[in-house]
């Protein structure tokens, strides 16, 4: 008989070791999503899909959501999930609401993953407990993001690090997915050193930590005060992943100091907001544009809605729509936008060096010759079909995309 204490050892080694495991299959379909992208224009890259509108808070500064709203039937929601999959998306994202309030969330999450798409859940936290997530876990939820925005519960919001600190240690222990805190800075947040907090904790716990800025009620920026600027600088500071998406987003850094950004939004095609009744919308903040059913969207509606100018744009805070562009500025402009990231982290850290590998993928891929030939080999080892220049793209011919 092993003493408990090396039984105790081994059993979380198993469990660190398993959790490693379901990452790098995470990495694996993520890779896949970014190659689809790079293949293709004409399906979603992200969708946020409303399962219920109802929310168990009543943060001041929120407008997405309502204390009386039923759940979205099931059969309707996995409708919308089959649609959105025949449409090609690849990441779908449950928010709210509050998705945990649905009674049938672990049927939806199922339903995406079995439809090949990544599980996303953006939730409060309020109602997680180790069963709850254990429960996530067996329905192959992929991601699960909360923000936090204060250390102590005040009259703004009570998503405060003290409410849900037993929660995140709970997230820590039992979640196979990965898990995003996200701090929030704005004119709403009373203590913005509050922010600081909540992202050495998520650190301390081992998960992503990203920040955002809280914006007006149509989306739009809010300039942030010195003090606030300030934390915000230092938060940043302390991301580390070249290629993370808080890296790209520049933008941010222009909201912050309330200055406009120069970007093509896509949303309506790479980004879509499906609200309860089933309407597809640019996103959160511009509901109403274009406003078309979900089942009757098709593969035309996405090429025009991703590139109609969006008036918008200039000053747009909605970090998740910026986030999908970038990929189409990847498969746009390869050499311009890896060249602009890796400026920035120049500009960050002066003693920062390029790393081999990304030296040797740019080799392999940011020349065209070379490319046709390594990218062949990338998208088999991925299980894709490379596209022939000399046959027709389905996309045209059809209203669901592969």
Same mark, same amino acid.
């Given at each position: 008989?092993?003493?408990?204490?090396?039984?105790?050892?081994?059993?979380?080694?198993?469990?660190?070791?398993?959790?490693?495991?379901?990452?790098?299959?995470?990495?694996?379909?993520?890779?896949?999503?970014?190659?689809?992208?790079?293949?293709?224009?004409?399906?979603?890259?992200?969708?946020?899909?409303?399962?219920?509108?109802?929310?168990?808070?009543?943060?001041?500064?929120?407008?997405?959501?309502?204390?009386?709203?039923?759940?979205?039937?099931?059969?309707?929601?996995?409708?919308?999930?089959?649609?959105?999959?025949?449409?090609?998306?690849?990441?779908?994202?449950?928010?709210?609401?509050?998705?945990?309030?649905?009674?049938?969330?672990?049927?939806?999450?199922?339903?995406?993953?079995?439809?090949?798409?990544?599980?996303?859940?953006?939730?409060?936290?309020?109602?997680?407990?180790?069963?709850?997530?254990?429960?996530?876990?067996?329905?192959?939820?992929?991601?699960?993001? #909360?923000?936090?925005?204060?250390?102590?519960?005040?009259?703004? $919001?009570?998503?405060?690090?003290?409410?849900?600190?037993?929660?995140?240690?709970?997230?820590?222990?039992?979640?196979?997915?990965?898990?995003?805190?996200?701090?929030?800075?704005?004119?709403?947040?009373?203590?913005?050193?509050?922010?600081?907090?909540?992202?050495?904790?998520?650190?301390?716990?081992?998960?992503?930590?990203?920040?955002? #800025?809280?914006?007006?009620?149509?989306?739009?920026?809010?300039?942030?005060?010195?003090?606030?600027?300030?934390?915000?600088?230092?938060?940043?500071?302390?991301?580390?992943?070249?290629?993370?998406?808080?890296?790209?987003?520049?933008?941010?850094?222009?909201?912050?100091?309330?200055?406009?950004?120069?970007?093509?939004?896509?949303?309506?095609?790479?980004?879509?907001?499906?609200?309860?009744?089933?309407?597809?919308?640019?996103?959160?903040?511009?509901?109403?544009?274009?406003?078309?059913?979900?089942?009757?969207?098709?593969?035309?509606?996405?090429?025009?809605?991703?590139?109609?100018?969006?008036?918008?744009?200039?000053?747009?805070?909605? $970090?998740?729509?910026?986030?999908?562009?970038?990929?189409?500025?990847?498969?746009?402009?390869?050499?311009?936008?890896?060249?602009?990231?890796?400026?920035?982290?120049?500009?960050?850290?002066?003693?920062?060096?390029?790393?081999?590998?990304?030296?040797?993928?740019?080799?392999?891929?940011?020349?065209?010759?070379?490319?046709?030939?390594?990218?062949?080999?990338?998208?088999?080892?991925?299980?894709?079909?490379?596209?022939?220049?000399?046959?027709?793209?389905?996309?045209?011919? $059809?209203?669901?995309?592969?």
């Amino acid at each position: 008989m092993f003493p408990l204490s090396v039984t105790l050892e081994k059993t979380g080694y198993a469990m660190r070791l398993r959790k490693r495991a379901l990452e790098i299959q995470r990495k694996l379909r993520e890779t896949r999503m970014f190659a689809r992208a790079m293949q293709s224009d004409s399906h979603p890259i992200l969708v946020q899909i409303v399962p219920i509108r109802r929310c168990n808070l009543d943060c001041a500064y929120c407008n997405e959501y309502d204390r009386t709203s039923d759940p979205v039937p099931l059969q309707t929601m996995l409708a919308r999930i089959d649609r959105l999959a025949d449409l090609g998306a690849a990441i779908i994202t449950l928010s709210g609401g509050e998705p945990t309030l649905h009674p049938d969330l672990d049927a939806i999450i199922r339903r995406i993953r079995e439809r090949g798409a990544i599980a996303t859940l953006i939730t409060n936290g309020l109602l997680l407990t180790p069963e709850r997530i254990r429960a996530l876990n067996h329905a192959g939820l992929d991601y699960l993001q #909360i923000s936090i925005d204060n250390a102590r519960p005040d009259d703004v $919001s009570k998503k405060s690090l003290q409410v849900l600190d037993r929660k995140l240690a709970w997230l820590a222990e039992h979640a196979d997915f990965g898990v995003t805190i996200n701090s929030v800075l704005g004119a709403a947040i009373h203590n913005p050193h509050d922010a600081l907090a909540v992202s050495l904790r998520a650190r301390d716990l081992g998960f992503t930590s990203t920040v955002g #800025i809280l914006h007006d009620q149509s989306g739009q920026l809010a300039p942030l005060g010195g003090q606030q600027q300030a934390v915000y600088d230092q938060i940043r500071k302390r991301k580390a992943s070249l290629f993370s998406f808080a890296h790209f987003d520049s933008f941010q850094d222009n909201v912050s100091r309330g200055l406009p950004t120069n970007w093509h939004c896509r949303a309506g095609g790479r980004f879509l907001y499906i609200c309860e009744d089933g309407l597809v919308h640019y996103c959160s903040q511009q509901r109403g544009k274009p406003g078309i059913p979900l089942d009757r969207y098709t593969v035309h509606d996405i090429r025009r809605e991703a590139a109609t100018p969006k008036g918008c744009a200039p000053f747009c805070t909605i $970090s998740c729509v910026h986030q999908t562009a970038m990929l189409d500025d990847f498969r746009e402009r390869p050499r311009e936008t890896l060249s602009g990231i890796l400026a920035r982290r120049r500009d960050a850290d002066p003693t920062f060096q390029t790393p081999a590998l990304v030296r040797a993928l740019s080799w392999l891929f940011l020349d065209q010759r070379r490319r046709g030939v390594f990218g062949k080999v990338a998208l088999s080892a991925l299980g894709l079909k490379p596209r022939n220049r000399g046959m027709v793209d389905p996309l045209r011919r $059809s209203d669901s995309a592969d």
